[in-house]
């Protein structure tokens, strides 16, 4: 059981790794445009957006990730029941094991993710506001998954 938990964690490290390095290119493209500005934003350049845009979408996919799959197989690793537990009280789990330092600091990340579904056409100042939040909370992302890895990589030794 353990060679498949570990084989399941390779893949998905593999796919984080993935997203995070495409975040990170598009970000490294975008960080003379950081902190965006009201003005700034409305004079955004196609290239611009289209960086915005992937390393909104990397940093969506890199959070889909860790949530959906990585967190419940790193419980699994450590022989945690996992089964019909809710999600917080993984969170709660992981937090309480060492393997995120807060399960509050996620919960935040989701919410400051999950304001960039709504529209704010109308309302710059609102999607600068929110833009500005998810770009600024990428390195507390990254941590979280260094943090895993990290742990995964000291199990494996």
Known sequence: MSNIINQKLERIFRECDTHQARMMSAYQKIQHTVPLQSDSYLQLNEEDITHIDQFLFRYAKLQDAMGQRLFKAMLMLLQEDVEHVPFLDMLNKLEKLNLIASAEKWQELREIRNAISHEYDDSPELMVQVLNAILSSHEVL?????????????RQA
């Open 142 to 154: 990254i941590s979280i998954y260094v943090g895993l890895q990290d742990a995964y990589q000291k």
